[in-house]
């Protein structure tokens, strides 16, 4: 009886040790510091708000958008337990709102030769390249991540373009070849950000009618939010998708304080153990 006990306490410390981390992944537009937001909406004023959330959500993987340099060194204060991944859109390193990803060491291991950031254009590999009619510059963050059980997972964190519908759609066009020309075609796939599209959008559409992405996320809420608490029914723009083989997986749109830390609301995606 004692010879049982002792195997099958070995055989479950066995398999807790090897088996896959239970995802818990937060995107968020934290809104960049810009001199025109006064009051609660100064981002010193703010970021207490964000962080906490970040902290409190246990979420070990997370993608932000509208993040100046500034503001990446008042998170990384604020997160010392989390790194980051990602550079500025403007030059490829400091300049410009990057669109990090931030994630657990003791839980993730990035891959040293599978993480970057490529340009919304034609030319994706050039800092700073606009070549779809879009004025402002945008960007895709992405990096493979393995957990101690040996199981991997890709994470694109993107933030698409605001005013120019082709340029949406071509960076949609672009994320899926990214995607469907991974180095690991088993790994599953995240996708998130703030994509300034709906779910009726051609953009969104065409993401969500390839084999590669679903949207676990049944909410039909509001995440831009102007600067008001509470959530409200509508069409969500900041999105998380999923590789449809991920299972057991939740996604919600959080109120994230009251007054709230950004003008957009935050989504959280977990996973049943």
């Known amino acids: 009886m004692k010879l049982f006990s002792i195997f099958t306490l070995s055989l479950l410390t066995l398999l807790s040790a090897t088996s896959a981390t239970p995802l818990n992944l937060v995107t968020y537009n934290i809104r960049l510091d810009i001199h025109v937001d006064q009051g609660d909406r100064d981002w010193n004023q703010r970021k207490g708000t964000v962080t906490k959330f970040l902290r409190e959500s246990g979420a070990s ?3 932000m958008q509208e993040v ?19 550079v500025g859109r403007d030059d490829g390193k ?14 993730w291991t990035i891959d040293a030769e599978d993480h970057g950031t490529f340009w919304l254009s034609g030319t994706p590999q050039i800092p700073g390249s606009t ?28 933030h698409w373009d605001h005013q120019n519908q082709n340029s949406r759609e071509k960076a949609a066009e672009l994320i899926l070849r990214k995607i469907s020309t991974r180095k690991h075609l088993n790994d599953p796939v995240i996708l998130m950000g703030d994509f300034n599209a709906n779910s009726e959008n051609k953009a969104i559409q ?15 809420v509001i995440t831009y939010n102007t600067w ?5 029914p509508g069409l969500r723009i900041d999105h998380i998708f999923t590789s449809p083989s991920l299972k057991d997986v939740t ?10 830390g950004s003008d957009h609301h935050p989504l959280q995606l977990t996973q049943s153990p």
């Open 228 to 232: 008001q608490a509470g959530l409200k």
């Open 61 to 63: 993987i997370i993608g």
């Open 94 to 107: 400091t300049k410009g709102e990057y669109s990090p990803i931030f994630y657990n060491p003791k839980i």
């Open 131 to 158: 070549t779809w009619g879009n004025r402002t510059t945008r960007i895709c963050t992405y990096a493979r991540f393995s957990d101690k059980s040996g199981k991997s997972i890709y994470v694109f964190n993107t």
């Open 206 to 220: 065409r993401l969500l009618d390839s084999p590669l992405l679903i949207d676990p996320c049944e909410q039909q």
């Open 68 to 86: 100046l340099h500034g503001q990446l060194v008042d998170l990384t204060k604020a997160l010392p337990e989390l790194k980051s991944t990602g």
């Open 251 to 260: 996604v919600k749109v959080i109120n994230n304080g009251n007054p709230p």
